[in-house]
Each structure stands twice: as C-alpha cells, then as structure tokens.
C-alpha cells in the first residue's frame, strides 16, 4: 500500500528527461526572480540613503558658505574642561620644575629671598649640619612607628 506522495522517492523510471527528486524548476525560477527583486530593491534603498545623505552634506556646506560666521558659534563646553595634551601639560610643569631646582633666581626680592640649585643647598645643608634639639644627645632612635590593624604603634628596633 503506497501512497502517491511516496512514488517521487521511487527509483527513477526508464526514458525520464530529469531525476524525479531533484527540485521543481518552477521553485527554481521562482525563487530566482524574487532574489533579483530582493537585490533591485536593496539596490535602490542603498542608493537612495547615500544619495539623500550626499544632499544634507552638500547643504549644510552651502549655508556655512553663506552665513560663515554663524559657523563659529558653536560655544565651548562647561567647565571644567579636558586637557586638550594633558602629557604635554605634565611634560611643561616637570621642565619648570626642574629648571627651578637647577637654577638661581629670586623668590622674593624685597625680603631678599632667593631660590639655589637642590644640589648646591644639599652641600650647604651639610657643611652647616642639621639642627638638633639642645639637651637631646644625637643617638639613633630606638623605636619605629609602625601601621598594624590596631592603628599605628611603635615598636622597638
């Protein structure tokens, strides 16, 4: 008992021009117009966005051709703002900084307060000595403060 649906799986007759089981060329054709259509109308929609963009660019240049300074007033954002090279900002400071610790110069002249290279003041320092609180004899300190999860504590060296 064989159904007819069943007969397209049978083995294909003597003398047939295609093979029963391959796909309908109706189907083919069909979905082969409706893959042209699909890629037409992508075409189109494609086409039109760029062209529909092109426009709006090429307008706005034509006003900022025409009102040029109505181009400029774009207003600068809130403070407070970004660095535009914050590197270079850092590189600047540290330049100043060292040239203020390599050179002389006034901190203020009317006190007659002067600024010397570090290296020269560290000679100084030392041909003077440091200072040290009168009656405290100069020996090496014999506790250390320490951070432990009590808080800071000294201990003993």
């Known amino acids: 008992m064989s159904n007819d649906a069943d007969r397209e799986y049978e083995p294909t007759p003597a003398g047939a021009a295609y093979e029963h089981t391959d796909v309908a060329p109706a189907v083919a054709y069909n979905f082969a117009i409706w893959l042209g259509v699909a890629l037409v109308l992508s075409s189109v929609i494609v086409y039109g966005a760029f062209w529909f963009f092109e426009r709006r660019a090429a307008s706005i240049d034509d006003r900022s051709r025409l009102y040029p300074l109505a181009v400029g007033q774009a207003q600068d954002p809130p403070a407070p703002r970004l ?4 590197f270079r900002d850092v590189y600047d400071l540290k330049s100043a ?6 050179s002389y110069g006034w901190v203020d002249r009317a006190s007659g ?6 290296e020269r003041a560290m000679e100084i320092t030392l041909e003077r000595g440091f200072p040290v609180r009168a009656g405290v004899a100069a020996s090496p300190t014999t506790t ?6 009590a808080g800071r504590t000294a201990a003993p060296r």
């Open 144 to 149: 250390v403060i320490q951070d432990s999860s």
């Open 83 to 86: 660095q535009p090279q914050p």
């Open 97 to 102: 900084q060292r040239s203020t610790l390599n």
């Open 113 to 118: 307060v002067v600024h010397i290279p570090i």
